[in-house]
């Protein structure tokens, strides 16, 4: 677990938790912004300087006004594969989603295949005896998604992203800057949307023998114009389970009218 290959992109920051990704609701003519980028969480935990293959599943849920006079919700599944040494993690992400949003008028209810993610992640600089690390990720959402359903743009999305560890011992501390760029300049609701924006998270994480866990700050750009920009702080838990399985659960709490309620996720991975 000590000194593993970090990830700035996860699966949990596109459709259930923060660092990286664009609210995929807007305003109130429903929840159709741009789908974010990101990767599986548990996917930087990295072995052996050989390539391996693992797959991963997970569910998550997020929820919340956004400012707004309506309460949106998405729930989602998904399923991830990939091939990984120390050095690099390369993977594919496949969601299926569940929106319930306001429109002004009601309730709305959409489901179905969410955008395919690819996403490729490599260590820019090896741990140093100080325990320094630099890692860098590139990830790209596929416009797999109905837009005419309102999940997603039908566009693709492309994002960067850097991470910075330092570690003593047990304790790690990472800060996270990134930028994603989006091929759309409206929703599928046709509200102007930024075509850019930034990401930032900053935390701290113990390595226990088995188990490693995070408390971590999250920010973005708002990707609507005179949106409050998301703010959140998040608990994250992975652990192995006996070979070769491994257990992670994700929540966080929106501490800004822009961020989500709540969100919460759980995934479970097997890596050979």
């Known amino acids: 677990m000590m000194g593993h290959l970090e990830s700035p992109f996860q699966i949990k920051e596109l459709y259930v938790g923060s660092c990286i990704g664009s609210l995929p609701w807007a305003g109130t003519r429903g929840r159709r912004g ?8 548990g996917a930087a935990t990295l072995g052996a300087q050989s390539p391996s293959g693992y797959a991963e599943a997970g569910i998550g849920t997020r929820q919340g006004d956004y400012g707004l006079a309506t309460t949106n919700r998405l729930d989602l599944a998904y399923g ?35 955008d395919v993610l690819l996403r490729g992640l490599r260590r820019l600089l090896p741990e140093t005896r100080g325990g320094f690390a630099l890692d860098g990720g590139l990830a ?8 005419d359903q309102g999940l997603g743009t039908g566009l693709t999305d492309v994002g960067a992203s850097l991470a910075a560890n330092q570690r003593w011992g047990r304790i790690q501390a990472s ?63 992975y652990r192995t389970l006996g070979y070769p399985f491994a257990f992670g659960a994700s929540f966080s709490a ?19």
């Open 175 to 237: 800060v996270s800057a990134g930028w994603i760029q989006s091929s759309a300049s409206k929703d599928a609701a046709d509200t102007p949307i930024r075509a850019g924006i930034y990401t930032a998270g900053a935390g701290l994480s113990y390595y226990g023998t088995r188990s490693k866990v995070s408390l971590t700050w999250l920010g973005q750009g708002s990707q609507y114009p005179g949106m409050p920009a998301p703010r959140e702080l998040a608990l994250d838990v």
């Open 254 to 272: 929106g501490l800004n009218d822009g961020a989500p309620r709540t969100r919460f996720g759980l995934f479970i991975s097997c890596r050979p």
């Open 140 to 147: 790209v959402k596929l416009p797999t998604a109905k837009s």
């Open 80 to 114: 991830a594969a990939g091939l990984a040494t120390a050095t690099y993690d390369v993977s594919v992400a496949v969601p299926v989603l569940r929106m319930e949003y306001g429109d002004g008028t009601g309730t709305r209810t959409t489901s179905g295949l969410g």
């Open 34 to 41: 741009v789908l974010a980028l990101g990767v599986a969480l």
